[in-house]
T-cell receptor, first 111, second 114 residues
Framework: DAKTTQPNSMESNEEEPVHLPCNHS???????IHWYRQLPSQGPEYVIH???SNVNNRMASLAIAEDRKSSTLILHRATLRDAAVYYC????????????FGQGTRLTINP | KAGVTQTPRYLIKTRGQQVTLSCSPI?????VSWYQQTPGQGLQFLFE???????NKGNFPGRFSGRQFSNSRSEMNVSTLELGDSALYLC?????????????FGPGTRLTVT
């Protein structure tokens, strides 16, 4: 599986946008980019996924670089509830049930 | 719609014993995956079941096994427990239809081996 690189931690303020980066220079043409997050004392939660084009849903936006070697998860207005560990994961869509989680980015939101 | 449920939520076992954990997926979901989470190794994939068949397997010893029933409910079993098996065991279900591949995780079962 192709590897992703994320910062260990990031900090932001409530009601401000947050941009969480992910580098994946060895991504293959069939790899999807998945984002999950894990709030304290909970199981991971699906956030968003995409292949080539930018994606938006009610939780976040995913911006994918043109060469697909990096992507950014965007939380438009962070709330305290967004404090979590965010995981950027690559997999073929058929492998989306056997995710390989890295260490993720621990996001702290300041009130 | 009810989420993924896991039972029991907490379990304490002694080294050498065996344990069975249960997972009920979201209604209509046919894929169930299991993961182990520890502070040292993070989240690691154990196996995935789809329509009662193991479809994918992670890199865990044969002491870890699972099965899926016709109603998509799944169980995982760990035999001859070791101290290192202490972990949070998470199960996740997926619809796996069309473009719906996202996984929905349960709250996990916290296993402590003493």
């Amino acid at each position: 599986d192709a590897k992703t690189t994320q910062p260990n931690s990031m900090e932001s303020n409530e009601e401000e946008p947050v941009h969480l980066p992910c580098n994946h220079s060895t991504i293959s043409g069939t790899d999807y980019i998945h984002w999950y997050r894990q709030l304290p004392s909970q199981g991971p939660e699906y956030v968003i996924h995409g292949l080539t084009s930018n994606v938006n849903n009610r939780m976040a936006s995913l911006a994918i670089a043109e060469d697909r070697k990096s992507s950014t998860l965007i939380l438009h207005r962070a709330t305290l509830r967004d404090a979590a560990v965010y995981y950027c994961i690559l997999s073929e869509i058929q492998g989306a049930q056997k995710l390989v989680f890295g260490q993720g980015t621990r996001l702290t939101i300041n009130p | 719609k009810a989420g993924v449920t896991q039972t029991p939520r907490y379990l304490i076992k002694t080294r050498g014993q065996q344990v069975t954990l249960s997972c009920s997926p979201i209604s209509g979901h046919r894929s169930v995956s299991w993961y182990q989470q520890t502070p040292g190794q993070g989240l690691q994939f154990l196996f995935e079941y789809f329509s009662e068949t193991q479809r994918n397997k992670g890199n865990f010893p044969g002491r870890f096994s699972g099965r899926q029933f016709s109603n998509s409910r799944s169980e995982m079993n760990v035999s001859t427990l070791e101290l290192g098996d202490s972990a949070l065991y998470l199960c996740a279900s997926s619809l796996v239809v069309g473009a719906s591949y996202e996984q929905y995780f349960g709250p996990g079962t916290r296993l402590t081996v003493t």
